[in-house]
C-alpha cells in the first residue's frame, strides 16, 4: 500500500498558461491557486468518480467507480475479473477524476498515481469503514445500492486499490474565471 503522509502538503502552482489570468476577463487579475484542502474536501464529497487504466495493448479504458480518500490515500474498488483490475495487474499506473459537470461553475480534480492492492485486513477494515461514512445508506441498508460491499471487500469478491497521488490538477470555475492549479506530492 502507498504511504502518504495525509499532513504533507504538495506544493502548489497555478497554471497561467490555462487560467484566466493569461485571458483577462472580469477577475481574472484575481485569479490563484485552488489551495490542496479545498480541493480534498471537494473531492472527497464527490460520489462518482472515473478511473482511467491503460489496458495491456495501450488503448485507455475509463470507467466510474465509488472512491473514498483515507490518510491522504484514494481508494477505489472493483470485481477481481473486470477490465480495470486486469488493467492495473499490468500497470499500476491510473488517474481518477470527479467534478462539476458545469461550463461556469465548480471545481475538477484529477489525481495521479500507481494504483496498488490493498489486502491487509486491517486497512481493508478502515477502508470500510470510510466508505460507510461517506455512502453511508447506500452501503450499510440492506435496500442499498451497494449493500454488502464491506463484506465483498473481506471476501475479496471486490477488490480495493490505493492510489497515493503523485500530481494532482485542479481545474476551477467561477463565474468566468478559470484556474488551472496543479499540486505535486
Not at 502552482?13 to 487579475?29: F, I, K, M, N, V
Not at 452501503?139 to 471476501?155: M, S, Y
Not at 497515493?164 to 481545474?171: E, K, L, Q, R, V
Request: glycine share 10%; proline share 6%; with cysteine.
Amino acid at each position: 500500500m502507498p504511504a502518504h503522509d495525509p499532513a504533507h502538503r504538495p506544493t502548489t502552482e497555478l497554471d497561467t498558461r490555462y487560467s484566466s489570468a493569461l485571458h483577462p476577463r472580469p477577475g481574472a487579475a484575481d485569479a490563484t491557486a485552488t489551495e490542496w484542502a479545498e480541493a480534498l474536501r471537494q473531492s472527497a464529497a464527490a460520489e462518482i468518480f472515473w478511473v482511467s487504466t491503460v489496458r495491456p495493448d495501450g488503448r485507455l479504458h475509463v470507467t466510474p467507480v465509488l472512491a473514498a480518500w483515507h490518510d491522504g490515500v484514494l481508494y477505489f474498488s472493483t470485481g477481481p475479473g473486470e477490465q480495470k483490475a486486469r488493467n492495473l495487474a499490468h500497470d499500476g499506473h491510473c488517474a481518477l477524476t470527479t467534478g462539476r459537470n458545469a461550463l461556469t461553475e465548480g471545481l475538477d480534480v484529477v489525481v495521479e498515481g500507481a494504483a496498488e492492492r490493498v489486502t491487509d485486513p486491517a486497512v481493508l477494515e478502515e477502508v470500510i469503514t470510510a466508505y460507510e461514512t461517506k455512502y453511508g445508506a447506500h452501503i450499510t441498508a440492506p435496500e442499498g445500492t451497494f449493500h454488502g460491499l464491506g463484506d465483498a471487500f473481506r471476501r475479496g469478491d471486490a477488490v480495493v486499490f490505493a492510489v497515493a497521488p503523485d500530481t494532482a490538477y485542479g481545474f476551477g470555475r467561477d463565474d468566468g474565471v478559470y484556474t488551472h492549479t496543479r499540486w505535486t506530492f
